[in-house]
């Protein structure tokens, strides 16, 4: 697997990802996506395998020297299988290089794997936001403090 920075042609097949792994309501638009990947404070993690995207993640810089994690979206056939991993360890270099502080980000309340799989990386919860998600869903703010 290897990891590159996004091109704009990556955006049909990041948009059929997040829809394949985010319900209606907490998916992005193809239009939500291609700002977040286009602002200039975002930075894109794109995940292959044989020419394949297996996964990405979004993040974008934020005042007071915080990183926030937009969306990590794996293909569910590469789940548990590394790729979360890779690129959060990618968003987290990236973070510490910048010399930010904080790394932030939401996760639906009923999303107890994701929830484990941030706590497991020094993540905490630090707040709950009831209806957060289009679709009622209420979402986990979860933090991690850089060294």
Sequence with gaps: MRLRSFRSQDLPKLYEIDQACFVPGISYSQ?????????????TWV?????EVVGFL???????KILHIVTIDVVEAWRRRGVGSVLMDAAEQWARDHELCLIGLETAQDNLGAQ???AARGYRK???????YADGTAAWIM???LP
């Excluded at 995940?47 to 020419?51: L, M, P, S, V, Y």
């Excluded at 979004?58 to 007071?64: D, F, G, V």
């Excluded at 630090?126 to 957060?132: A, F, I, W």
């Design 31 to 43: 239009g939500e996506l291609a700002r977040f990947t286009g602002h200039r404070l975002s930075q």
């Design 47 to 51: 995940a292959e395998e044989a020419g």
């Design 58 to 64: 979004i993040a974008k810089r934020e005042p007071r």
């Design 116 to 118: 484990r799989f941030y």
């Design 126 to 132: 630090v707040d709950k936001v009831e209806h957060y």
């Design 143 to 145: 933090v991690k403090e």
